[in-house]
Protein backbone atom coordinates (compact mmCIF):
# COMPACT_ATOMS: atom_id res chain seq x y z
CA UNK A 1 0.00 0.00 0.00
CA UNK A 2 1.09 3.59 -0.85
CA UNK A 3 0.83 6.30 1.08
CA UNK A 4 0.89 9.89 -0.82
CA UNK A 5 2.23 12.71 0.82
CA UNK A 6 1.80 16.20 0.46
CA UNK A 7 4.80 16.60 -1.24
CA UNK A 8 3.74 14.26 -3.71
CA UNK A 9 0.25 16.25 -4.82
CA UNK A 10 2.07 19.68 -4.49
CA UNK A 11 5.48 19.03 -5.76
CA UNK A 12 8.38 21.75 -4.30
CA UNK A 13 5.66 24.34 -4.09
CA UNK A 14 6.41 27.00 -1.15
CA UNK A 15 3.53 27.65 1.48
CA UNK A 16 3.62 31.24 0.32
CA UNK A 17 2.65 30.18 -3.29
CA UNK A 18 -0.10 27.77 -2.27
CA UNK A 19 -1.76 30.65 0.03
CA UNK A 20 -1.52 32.92 -2.96
CA UNK A 21 -3.13 30.42 -5.25
CA UNK A 22 -5.90 29.35 -3.16
CA UNK A 23 -6.65 32.93 -1.81
CA UNK A 24 -6.91 34.13 -5.58
CA UNK A 25 -9.07 31.18 -6.23
CA UNK A 26 -11.37 31.89 -3.34
CA UNK A 27 -11.73 35.50 -4.33
CA UNK A 28 -12.34 34.81 -8.30
CA UNK A 29 -15.61 32.58 -7.43
CA UNK A 30 -17.63 35.23 -6.23
CA UNK A 31 -16.11 37.83 -8.79
CA UNK A 32 -17.09 35.48 -11.76
CA UNK A 33 -20.83 34.62 -10.06
CA UNK A 34 -21.47 38.52 -9.99
CA UNK A 35 -20.41 38.87 -13.24
CA UNK A 36 -22.36 35.84 -14.72
CA UNK A 37 -25.73 37.76 -12.79
CA UNK A 38 -24.49 40.72 -14.28
CA UNK A 39 -24.68 39.73 -17.78
CA UNK A 40 -27.67 37.68 -17.76
CA UNK A 41 -29.63 40.41 -16.08
CA UNK A 42 -28.75 42.37 -18.59
CA UNK A 43 -29.33 40.60 -21.62
CA UNK A 44 -32.74 40.81 -21.34
CA UNK A 45 -33.12 45.42 -21.02
CA UNK A 46 -32.46 45.11 -24.73
CA UNK A 47 -35.56 42.75 -25.61
CA UNK A 48 -39.07 44.94 -25.59
CA UNK A 49 -40.79 45.06 -22.08
CA UNK A 50 -44.18 42.93 -22.13
CA UNK A 51 -46.93 44.18 -19.66
CA UNK A 52 -50.12 41.21 -19.11
CA UNK A 53 -52.25 40.22 -16.58
CA UNK A 54 -50.67 36.58 -15.14
CA UNK A 55 -51.26 34.35 -12.27
CA UNK A 56 -48.25 32.97 -10.70
CA UNK A 57 -48.73 29.66 -10.97
CA UNK A 58 -45.50 27.64 -8.95
CA UNK A 59 -42.33 29.00 -7.46
CA UNK A 60 -40.37 27.12 -9.19
CA UNK A 61 -37.15 25.11 -6.93
CA UNK A 62 -33.23 26.24 -7.26
CA UNK A 63 -31.20 24.28 -9.66
CA UNK A 64 -27.84 23.28 -8.98
CA UNK A 65 -26.15 22.99 -5.21
CA UNK A 66 -28.20 25.92 -3.66
CA UNK A 67 -26.28 29.32 -5.23
CA UNK A 68 -28.88 30.42 -6.67
CA UNK A 69 -28.44 34.13 -8.68
CA UNK A 70 -32.28 34.12 -9.20
CA UNK A 71 -35.40 32.58 -8.97
CA UNK A 72 -37.47 31.04 -11.74
CA UNK A 73 -41.61 31.62 -11.55
CA UNK A 74 -44.38 29.48 -13.84
CA UNK A 75 -46.62 31.91 -14.37
CA UNK A 76 -50.33 32.12 -16.66
CA UNK A 77 -51.49 34.87 -18.62
CA UNK A 78 -55.10 35.37 -19.33
CA UNK A 79 -55.33 34.22 -23.09
CA UNK A 80 -53.80 30.65 -20.90
CA UNK A 81 -50.55 31.14 -22.25
CA UNK A 82 -47.76 29.75 -19.84
CA UNK A 83 -44.38 30.96 -19.40
CA UNK A 84 -41.22 30.61 -16.96
CA UNK A 85 -39.79 33.85 -15.64
CA UNK A 86 -36.69 34.70 -13.45
CA UNK A 87 -37.03 37.52 -10.63
CA UNK A 88 -33.32 38.71 -9.97
CA UNK A 89 -34.74 40.92 -7.02
CA UNK A 90 -36.23 38.51 -4.59
CA UNK A 91 -35.53 41.29 -1.79
CA UNK A 92 -37.57 43.55 -3.44
CA UNK A 93 -40.01 41.95 -6.01
CA UNK A 94 -41.52 39.28 -3.40
CA UNK A 95 -44.01 36.90 -5.17
CA UNK A 96 -45.74 33.74 -4.27
CA UNK A 97 -47.98 30.90 -5.69
CA UNK A 98 -51.97 32.13 -6.43
CA UNK A 99 -50.60 35.90 -6.67
CA UNK A 100 -52.77 37.88 -9.49
CA UNK A 101 -52.24 41.25 -11.09
CA UNK A 102 -50.30 42.56 -13.84
CA UNK A 103 -46.64 42.13 -14.58
CA UNK A 104 -43.89 43.41 -16.56
CA UNK A 105 -41.39 41.60 -18.17
CA UNK A 106 -38.30 41.51 -20.39
CA UNK A 107 -37.25 38.14 -22.63
CA UNK A 108 -37.54 35.98 -19.34
CA UNK A 109 -36.91 38.58 -16.87
CA UNK A 110 -39.44 39.93 -14.45
CA UNK A 111 -39.84 43.66 -13.79
CA UNK A 112 -42.34 44.54 -12.05
CA UNK A 113 -45.63 43.02 -10.19
CA UNK A 114 -48.27 44.76 -9.40
CA UNK A 115 -51.38 43.08 -7.22
CA UNK A 116 -55.06 43.52 -7.80
Same mark, same amino acid.
Given at each position: ?23 ? @? ?28 ? +? &? @? ?7 ? /? &? ?6 ? @????? /? ?10 KTLI ?5 ? /? @? ?7 ? +??? +???
Amino acid at each position: MTIISTSDLLGDMPPQLLFVTLAS @ILIAIPVVLFLMKAIMKNADNFKPTITKRV +K &I @IERRPPKGN /G &ITLFREYS @IETDA /GERLILRNYDEKTLILKEGDQ /G @IMSYCGKTI +KSF +KRD
